[in-house]
């Protein structure tokens, strides 16, 4: 009886044991080798200079290497289906933490914040392109800065022709045509209050950001002077 108890015993650890599988150095060189390759392909990724490769490049490398934990590392296909569970679910919230904030994270500005370095670079970005006249070290240039920072959405020109305007409801205002300025409430007063406070703060268009943090007083005089400046009625 004892015999008998002892051999399923044995038999027990022996399916415990297959249950585990122990890794030997010959294991642990192969995962090894797959990683170097993993990294070699990262870091050659960007060097194609293509965006789409880089992106899967890098979440591919990051699922492989996920992968590679789960199976020689944690043995989830012998853990309690509750551990499997709790795995998915945390999982999923991740996922959905992610794409509830990637659409923020990656946009410059929402309604009541600004990217102001991310801004700053594409600045420096299309004045080293050509695209804006290089400035002395803390001078300001508004017709630039307009230009740079308002044209996504008003345009270059202030025409209400940005690359993102037809995305926009309502459209972005168009500051060269003469009806935008036949309102009597579109005074100095006003252009200098939407800039720092934003539209929404003058009952306008609540896409409209506010860049009093971003910009002085005086830098957000200028902004609205130049802004006067493309109304074409103007002396």
Excluded at 98 to 109: I, L, R, S, T
Aim: charged share 15%.
């Amino acid at each position: 009886m004892s015999e008998h108890a002892a051999s399923h015993g044995t038999e027990a650890e022996h399916g415990h044991e297959e249950g585990h599988a122990h890794h030997g150095p010959k294991d642990y060189i192969r995962i090894w080798l797959v990683l170097v390759v993993l990294l070699a392909v990262s870091v050659a990724g960007p060097f194609l200079e293509i965006k789409v490769i880089t992106l899967l490049t890098a979440f591919g490398i990051a699922v492989v290497k996920a992968f590679l934990v789960c199976k020689h590392f944690m043995h989830l296909d012998v853990q309690p289906k509750y551990v499997l569970y709790f795995l998915g679910t945390a999982l999923a919230f991740m996922l959905l933490f992610f794409f509830g904030v990637a659409p923020d994270v990656m946009n410059h500005e929402g309604q009541n914040w600004t990217n102001m370095a991310a801004q700053e670079e594409i600045e420096r970005a299309l004045i080293a392109q050509g695209h804006g006249p290089a400035l002395e070290p803390g001078a300001f240039d508004a017709a630039t800065t307009f230009a740079n920072t308002c044209g996504p959405c008003h345009g270059t020109g202030g025409a209400g022709d940005g690359p993102a305007a037809a995305a926009l409801e309502p459209h972005p205002a168009n500051f060269t045509d003469p009806a935008f300025w036949a309102d009597p409430t579109r005074d100095h007063e006003h252009i200098v209050a939407t800039i720092t406070n934003g539209g929404a703060s003058v009952g306008r268009s609540a896409l409209m950001a506010a860049f009093g943090g971003q910009f002085d007083a005086e830098q957000i005089e200028a902004l609205a002077a130049h802004v006067e400046s493309l109304n074409p009625n103007h002396e």
